[in-house]
Structure formats: C-alpha cells, structure tokens
C-alpha cells in the first residue's frame, strides 16, 4: 500500500497527477506480485473477492478515462480528499468492524468506487484497505486479499493507459528508474516490518501525507 500512496502524491505535487500515475504503474505492479508470492498461504481468505474485483475493474477503466481528461487541478483536489479521509480514519476509527449484512450491500459501490480511485489517481489503497479492514482478517489473508485487488486493479489501468498511448517513451523510461530505488527499498521493507513499531512508523507516514495533501490542495486551489 506504501508506494503508490507516497510515492504518488509526492511526485504529483511536481509532475501532475497523471503523470506520477503513469510513472508508478509498472514498480507498483511488481511489489504487488512480489507481496502476493509472499502471502500465497493467505489465498482463498476473502468471500466477497469476486464482488470486489468485477465491480472494480469496471470502476478502474473509467476512472482511468477521467486521468486522461480531467485537468490535473482537479485530480490533486481528490487525491488530497482520499489522503484526509485516509487520516481521519486511521486517527479516530482505526478499530471499527463491518456487519455481514452492511457487506452484501456495500461491496459492489465500494469496489466502483475504489476502482474508479485506482484509475483516476492510482491510490485505492485508503478504501480498499479500511473496507478489507472491517472484515476483520487474519493478517496473511488481509494482505493477500488486498494486494490481489491492488494487482488486478493496476493491471486494469496500465491496460487501459496503454490503449490511451499515456505510456510514452520518456515515461516508460522514468518508471523504469524509479524501479531502482523499489528493488533496493521493498525488500528491507518486508524484513523492517516484523521489527519496527508500527504505531510509530505509521505516524511518521502519516505526518507525511498529510504535508502531501495540504500541498496538493493549495495546488487544485491555485489551478
């Protein structure tokens, strides 16, 4: 969930919305193929992963249209919206829990609506995860479940970039660096986690987008 999350408000504060998408599609997909590998035994754990998927490809193509054709002003306005609803949350709802019956009502929108995210600002990650979260899973299949949708969804939109002609040479030239630095980082990443606090790194992580989406709202603000 961390590098699209960061990665992408950071570098459309600079570059444009779609532009950072566009940039970390392809390092995005393979932590998420590398992250499934590792929570193989987590498979099969989500009963509403079908819903979430099917509604969210449709979601992801249209959201991935209005990428390509609405003004970046407006795109940073709701990034920054997914960045602060992300943080109230996780300050003052971070153990709520989902009925079953709110499920079977809920999942299809929630998966239009994380897709259409997905595509339009390349971060699902705030929805997705709090939704999954609510299903209250144990932690191997709340992580495969998660980065399955985050997989299928990012396959969705590079399909659908691909057949706009948004990967351009230079673009595909930019991402292919920025798969530097993922290879050195994601790796440490998964071996840091079992160590570090989390209550402390998740602060630290949040601290920074919070920056990010004050900086990204006075950018829409400003056009």
Same mark, same amino acid.
């Given at each position: ?24 599609? !392809? $390092?995005? &997909?393979? =932590?998420?193929?590398?992250? +499934?590998?590792?929570? *193989?035994? #987590? ?5 509403? %992963? ?74 699902? !990650? $705030?929805? &997705?995860? =709090?939704?999954?979260?609510? +299903?209250?899973?144990? *932690?191997? #299949? ?5 980065? %399955? ?75």
């Amino acid at each position: 969930m961390g590098l699209p999350l960061i990665a992408i408000p950071v570098m459309a504060a600079f570059l444009g919305v779609e532009h950072a998408v566009v940039v970390i599609a !392809g $390092p995005a &997909l393979l =932590t998420n193929t590398w992250l +499934l590998w590792e929570h *193989r035994g #987590g498979a099969g754990s989500l009963r509403y %992963l079908t819903v979430l998927l099917g509604t969210g490809i449709i979601g992801a193509v249209a959201g991935t249209f209005l990428l390509v054709s609405v003004e970046d002003r407006w795109l940073s306005l709701a990034l920054a919206a997914v960045i602060f609803g992300y943080a109230m949350i996780f300050l003052f709802r971070p153990g709520f829990s989902i009925p079953d019956r709110v499920v079977r009502v809920t999942v299809g929108p929630v998966g239009l609506a994380a897709g259409a995210l997905q595509g339009a600002t390349g971060v699902s !990650g $705030p929805l &997705l995860a =709090t939704y999954v979260h609510g +299903l209250r899973m144990e *932690r191997s #299949g709340y992580v495969f479940s998660i980065t %399955l949708l985050f997989e299928v969804l990012g396959i969705t939109q590079i399909a659908t970039l691909v057949s706009l002609g948004s990967f351009t040479s230079s673009r595909l030239g930019e991402s292919a660096l920025a798969l530097l630095p993922v290879l050195i980082a994601f790796p440490l990443g998964v071996r840091v986690s079992r160590r570090l606090s989390r209550k402390a790194f998740e602060y630290v992580v949040l601290a920074l987008l919070m920056a990010v989406g004050v900086k990204l709202t006075l950018g829409g603000i400003n056009g």
